[in-house]
């Protein structure tokens, strides 16, 4: 096997690769061998297919695939060897047909281009200045998030009578337009119907003022014109709405409004543990650390931009750009040409930035263990659970989910990572001079408007 290395300019080279036929004579030969043994001819019993039928056979086939393999596999060595830093992947040469003929030939030459990613010599001084916004928490963020606490810990009480919000308990039973009970027709017991999801006010009003005990005739796929939530209702296929007569009795055996929470002890317990707030002042305190917290991952965010954004200006990455755009294309079927060429200055940053983050992981000896990986495996598991509003996840249930992401290895590859930017952003923060600015919440979200 030969290759050799042309540079047609910084960023772009060519590899030639010739393979010769005792780089593949062995390979292309034990495959038949293989093959007999399993082969199904007729006439012949199995594995005792004469060989010269098998290469007729299989020869040509086997000897692509393994020429294919194993000028992969050279490239790959090759690049390794070398130390041969490429951005995208080597794509066959575009500016000469390659006519191969396996049938024929038993020499074979290959020639793919290259994007050659640049040198870097970047270095995160304490010269390099990075505005770092910390966002106040003033009084209106103060009200609304213990409004919001205030909901969210609010409950259902048992009201006498209905008016339009009320949530109503009791039991759906298919009738006719006699409102007698069909005879096996739909009936669900335990139901909670949400007046204020009603969309029609004329079936909203039929259960106004009514109580436990009464019975109501309505039409539920007025009441609920969506077919998604008429089945969660019914408990039926999504498939059964669209048949379904809408006429329904509805069984009253309980009516509920719902009541936010009361600012007092009882709440105060309830939200952070039994006797941690004990008065209105404490409770205000607790709500500005958590808002604030919930602001420093926001300039946490904010500063890994406008970081990104200063290491890039400042490290003036050239990019083999023609190159780029045609391994996008030809390596993603969904993307197209015309789409590269419009989109194209989105995807040169990122390009860069990963760049510089391999030089700057490389440089400062940054690695990932593979319990610091497993912890941002579980960190995003127990994301996606509290998502939901369930926070209070077993720890060894988060441990086996996350090992059990990290089994995959592209999944994995994602988590390292993942951590391995973070613990760069953390160095670049503990370097570079931090331009320190206080703003509001609504001059903070303008900063993504530019």
């Known amino acids: 096997m030969k290759i050799s290395q042309e540079s047609t300019d910084k960023l772009n080279a060519i590899l030639n690769v010739k393979v010769e036929q005792a780089d593949y004579a062995e390979r292309a030969n034990k495959a038949p061998k293989d093959y007999r043994r399993k082969a199904r001819v007729d006439g012949f019993r199995p594995g005792k297919v004469p060989m010269g039928i098998i290469k007729k056979m299989y020869y040509t086939p086997v000897l692509v695939d393994e020429v294919n393999k194993l000028v992969s596999e050279s490239l790959f060595n090759y690049l390794k060897d070398n130390n041969v830093n490429i951005l995208g992947e080597p794509l066959p040469h575009k500016d000469e047909e390659q006519k191969v003929d396996f049938e024929k030939d038993t020499e074979f030459e290959f020639k793919f281009d290259l994007g050659l990613a640049p040198e870097l010599s970047l270095a995160v001084t304490a010269k390099d200045k990075v505005p770092y916004y910390k966002i106040k928490v003033d009084k209106k963020q103060q009200d609304e998030h213990k409004d919001s606490l205030l909901q969210r810990f609010g409950e259902f009480k048992a009201v006498e009578k209905a008016g339009d919000d009320e949530l109503i308990k009791g039991t759906l039973v298919k009738v006719d337009k006699e409102g007698i009970e069909v005879e096996n027709g739909i009936r669900v017991d335990n139901i909670s119907m949400s007046l204020e999801m009603m969309k029609d006010d004329d079936q909203k009003v039929l259960f106004s003022g009514t109580a436990g005990g009464d019975e109501v005739v309505f039409d539920v796929k007025k009441a609920f014109p969506n077919d998604t939530e008429l089945a969660s209702l019914l408990r039926v296929d999504k498939t059964e709405v669209a048949m379904l007569e809408g006429t329904f009795k509805c069984i009253i055996e309980e009516v509920n409004k719902f009541e936010r929470a009361v600012v007092g002890e009882a709440f105060y317990d309830k939200v952070y543990g039994e006797g941690e707030v004990k008065s209105e002042e404490e409770f205000t305190k607790r709500v500005t650390e958590e808002i604030a917290l919930n602001y420093e991952r926001e300039s946490e965010y904010r500063f890994m931009v406008d970081a990104r954004e200063a290491l890039i200006k400042k490290a003036k990455i050239d990019l083999p750009v023609e190159f780029l755009k045609r391994w996008m294309v030809e390596t993603n079927e969904q993307i197209t040409e015309e789409q590269v060429k419009e989109d194209f200055e989105k995807y040169e940053d990122d390009f860069r930035w990963q760049l510089i983050k391999e030089h700057l992981l490389k440089q400062q000896d940054i690695k990932v263990t593979e319990e610091e990986a497993l912890e941002a495996a579980k960190g995003m598991v127990l994301n996606q659970y509290m998502q939901y509003g369930i926070s209070n ?58």
């Open 393 to 450: 996840v077993p720890d060894d249930y988060l441990e086996n989910y996350a090992k059990e992401m990290m089994s995959k290895p592209e999944e994995a590859r994602k988590f390292y990572e993942q951590k391995g930017e973070e613990k760069l952003i953390s160095y670049i923060k503990s370097t570079v001079k931090l331009d320190e600015k206080e703003v509001s919440s609504e001059k903070f979200r303008k900063l993504y408007e530019k």
